[in-house]
């Protein structure tokens, strides 16, 4: 594995960040001054699998094909990319829709789960509707090396040319792949934590990115819900700039998945794999 510290390449498929924010006026509390600045949008978006309606989400409007698959497969609606048949977006201003078509087996096993979603932007697990739904079984991932410390440096100065809507008016989380050379090669932004990493795994299924070598970047903290999106995906590294929850670190070594903490001011923190004998 090359240990040369890793760069950044230029972000695909990047979306202005005029695109997903519009300018709103405001003023002090005596109303003697008045300014304006830019705020970031949202909008419900309503997914229906062949026909039945699943979920509505609140998102950010931008790279939504991208998060209609990494939420089909994080959410374990589908296996794989070919499960997704059609994919039709449709629906103007802060209502969308989108009509999904999957196959057979993928819609039956949706029908078995009836589920219901109605979820907000700091949604993780709502609509489950029984605990073998929020901690479901699994595959144990086969275990990849630590990335070089190298890799690391800087890291959060660096993605920020992944995340032009947070540096143009904030409000919003970052997820980013580096592939297996150490290069930043994607990013995606969305006001819920969840989503963003949804469609950072749709829009490396989409482009057909290799994940293997390479690791995911949250900006965001990092509970369960991140943890079973990323072993869906088979991602193998997950580095996360705000601390993880206990339950994370748990299934992080249960699955074998590298899980890294990036504090602000300190040197990274490994959780997963555990060091010998480590509570």
Known sequence: MNAKRPTSAAPALETPAPAASQ??????????ESASTAL??????????????QAVMLVTPTDLEDFIVGFSLGSGIIEDATDIYDLQLTGEGSAQYAQVTIANR???????????????SGCGLCGVEAVEQALPD???????????????????????AFQPLGQHCGAVHAAVFMNSQGELLLGREDIGRH??????????????????GG???????CSLELIQKVLRAGIQTLVSLSS?????????????????????????RVYSPALENQA
């Open 244 to 268: 993880p929850t206990g339950l994370a670190v748990q299934w992080a070594r249960r699955h074998n998945l590298n899980l890294i903490h990036l504090p602000q001011k300190s040197a990274p």
């Open 106 to 120: 993928a819609f039956w096993n949706l029908k078995q789960q009836r589920r219901q979603l109605a979820g907000t």
């Open 23 to 32: 300018t709103y006026s405001y003023s002090d509390l005596q109303y003697t």
């Open 195 to 212: 989503n963003a990493l949804d469609k950072l795994i749709g829009g490396l299924i989409r482009q057909n990115i290799p994940t293997a």
């Open 215 to 221: 690791l995911a970047i949250v900006t965001s903290r």
């Open 40 to 53: 970031a949008e949202e909008v419900a978006l309503a997914i229906a699998y062949n026909g039945i309606s």
């Open 138 to 160: 699994l595959k144990v991932l086969p275990g990849a090396p630590l990335p070089p410390a190298e890799w690391l440096d800087g890291l959060r100065q660096r993605i920020g």
